[in-house]
């Protein structure tokens, strides 16, 4: 009954490659979320989607191209990928829009690029 | 903008002692909500407790409660009878209603229950 989920868990590349996460999420929320996880542990958003509509843009590289193709699904291309981009992506989900609403995290997908 | 410090990037206790940890934040919005979140060695993000800016009564879950001090703009967590499961990183977050609509996080707390 995994809530929210990513694939793939682990993803080895070398530079220049391009790669796609997957997220899904079966809570039948309508927002969902992109976050990065530097090697510092440190946690930022990238993007949030609303009804696949996207709400938040942060200043992410246009490397990073975010798509929904439905409310369950938000998928994540990266071009052209550069050591920098080596983190852990999280996804999560999220009733809707308001600040009360607990986020719901994927397990998270570790990129290395080599 | 939107910040959130934690100040203690480690902290150990001892299995059944208490610990608290630190969280302060800024926010020009008066509508916001503070959490905290738990990611054990699993990487699972887990949300711990939360609280909306407008209560004042503290929020507590069993073990786990938090001092919400608004004009100081603190918000620290307690952890009760510490458990050897409680080893995780901390992270203190802040989402700023009519603002910038997103949640801000600290740089964590790791912190290690020791048997």
């Known amino acids: 009954d995994t809530a929210v989920s990513q694939t793939p868990k682990y993803l080895v590349t070398q530079m220049g490659n391009d790669k796609s996460i997957k997220c899904e999420q079966n809570?039948?929320?309508?927002?969902m979320y992109w976050y990065k996880q530097d090697s510092k542990k440190f946690l930022k958003i990238m993007f949030s989607?609303?009804?696949?509509?996207?709400?938040i843009n942060e200043t992410v590289p246009n490397r990073f191209s975010p798509k929904s193709p439905d409310k369950a699904h938000l998928n994540l291309h990266i071009n052209s990928l550069e050591l920098g981009d080596s983190a852990v992506y999280f996804c999560?989900?999220?009733?809707?829009?308001?600040?009360?609403?607990?986020?719901?995290f994927g397990p998270g997908t570790r990129l290395t690029v080599l | 903008a939107q910040t959130v410090t934690q100040s203690q990037p480690e902290m150990s206790v001892q299995e059944a002692e208490t610990v608290t940890l630190s969280c302060t934040y800024d926010?020009?919005?008066?509508?916001?909500?503070l959490f905290w979140y738990k990611q054990p060695p699993s990487r699972q993000m887990i949300l711990v407790i939360r609280?909306?800016?407008?209560?004042?009564q503290n929020a507590t879950e069993n073990r786990f409660s938090v001092n919400f001090q608004k004009a100081a703009k603190s918000f620290s967590l307690k952890i009760s009878d510490s458990q050897l499961g409680d080893t995780a990183m901390y992270f203190c977050?802040?989402?700023?209603?009519?603002?910038?609509?997103?949640?801000?996080f600290g740089k964590g707390t790791k912190l290690t229950v020791n048997p």
């Open positions: 989607y609303n009804n696949k509509e996207l709400i």
């Open positions: 609280q909306e800016a407008y209560k004042q």
């Open positions: 809570l039948g929320h309508d927002t």
């Open positions: 999560a989900s999220s009733p809707g829009l308001a600040g009360a609403n607990e986020q719901f």
């Open positions: 977050a802040s989402f700023s209603q009519g603002g910038s609509e997103k949640l801000v």
């Open positions: 926010t020009s919005e008066s509508n916001y909500y």
